[in-house]
T-cell receptor, first 113, second 113 residues
Framework: GENVEQHPSTLSVQEGDSAVIKCTYSDSASNYFPWYKQELGKRPQLIIDIRSNVGEKKDQRIAVTLNKTAKHFSLHITETQPEDSAVYFCAASTPGGSYIPTFGRGTSLIVHP | DSGVTQTPKHLITATGQRVTLRCSPRSGDLSVYWYQQSLDQGLQFLIQYYNGEERAKGNILERFSAQQFPDLHSELNLSSLELGDSALYFC????????????FGPGTRLTVT
């Protein structure tokens, strides 16, 4: 099955800095890569996603890049703010009967004011 | 608010007991997914139902079972509970089995003592 590795497990930045979280996946058939933000005790919320026919997608301060050849994808957050502090999960979905995501272990992002 | 509801929010029970977690998907969504989130295992897919039928199975223990009812709400039954079953249980929903986006509910925190 699919295996997703996520790094780093913890990321500490100063407000205004950029943050980058990286994920690798194992199944070359995976074609959908969502990113979720989870605040403490809350539900995971989809913040951005990318499909395998696209190399980059941007939404205001967040962007995701995908390198299908290397089987890795990254989340970029620019001009970080304290409210960006949360755990971020990447996931990879392989087409089949259903799109079931395999999640990375998460990155705890801490933005210091 | 994602539109997905889960009850109860918290559940404390003893080892060996049985509990039922309930989920109502977003209006119009036919597919329901169950996930377990624990510190050591991360976010793990358990099982998916679509319009009342089981569609995909993940790392779900034999002690766990689920069903989706005609009104599309779903229940996850956990029996012979062990300390290691303590976790956050999330339900998510999507329009169909081939819909990329999943919307998570607020979760049920289960504590087994």
């Amino acid at each position: 099955g699919e295996n997703v590795e996520q790094h780093p497990s913890t990321l500490s930045v100063q407000e205004g800095d950029s943050a980058v979280i990286k994920c690798t996946y194992s199944d070359s058939a995976s074609n959908y890569f969502p990113w979720y933000k989870q605040e403490l005790g809350k539900r995971p919320q989809l913040i951005i996603d990318i499909r395998s026919n696209v190399g980059e997608k941007k939404d205001q301060r967040i962007a995701v890049t995908l390198n299908k050849t290397a089987k890795h994808f990254s989340l970029h957050i620019t001009e970080t703010q304290p409210e960006d502090s949360a755990v971020y999960f990447c996931a990879a979905s392989t087409p089949g009967g259903s799109y079931i995501p395999t999640f990375g272990r998460g990155t705890s992002l801490i933005v210091h004011p | 608010d994602s539109g997905v509801t889960q009850t109860p929010k918290h559940l404390i029970t003893a080892t060996g007991q049985r509990v039922t977690l309930r989920c109502s998907p977003r209006s119009g969504d036919l597919s329901v997914y169950w996930y377990q989130q624990s510190l050591d295992q991360g976010l793990q897919f358990l099982i998916q139902y679509y319009n009342g039928e089981e569609r995909a199975k993940g790392n779900i223990l034999e002690r766990f079972s689920a069903q989706q009812f005609p009104d599309l709400h779903s229940e996850l039954n956990l029996s012979s509970l062990e300390l290691g079953d303590s976790a956050l249980y999330f339900c998510a929903s999507s329009v169909s089995t081939l819909a990329y986006e999943q919307y998570f509910g607020p979760g049920t925190r289960l504590t087994v003592t």
